[in-house]
């Protein structure tokens, strides 16, 4: 399995920004997708989720009504567009995949390289 992520950089608080993770190796079609984070000196926190099939999403409190997250099974990529941004929502973002939805990292073998999120104020 492999899971590239892209789309990374630095933006004003209040911007938008869209991140995009290339999923290889298998076939995704009976996973979850999803999104997590982690800032400096703190641990990875789950962001959204997604359903290869129907598309149902989920995410926590912190980010809904702000954040999106999307897939292209044609491509086998996911996204996550990310809107009115907060200095509290710079991270590492990372791409994960895993038979099943949860908000634990442990529960998810699979991880992208992660890429670099800044939102100044």
């Known amino acids: 399995v492999r899971l590239v992520e892209s789309g990374g950089g630095s933006v004003q608080a209040g911007d938008s920004m869209r991140l995009a993770c290339a999923a290889s190796?298998?076939?995704?079609?009976?996973?979850?997708m999803a999104w997590f984070r982690q800032a400096p000196g703190k641990e990875r926190e789950w962001v959204a989720a997604i359903t290869w099939t129907v598309g149902t999403t989920y995410y926590p409190d912190s980010v809904r009504g702000r954040f999106t997250i999307s897939r292209d099974n044609a491509k086998n990529t996911v996204y996550l567009q990310m809107n009115r941004l907060k200095p509290a929502d710079t991270a590492i973002y990372y791409c994960t995949t895993a038979p099943s939805i949860s908000t634990d990292p442990r529960a998810h073998a699979y991880w992208g390289q992660g890429t670099q999120h800044t939102a100044s104020s």
């Open positions: 190796g298998q076939s995704f079609i009976t996973y979850f």
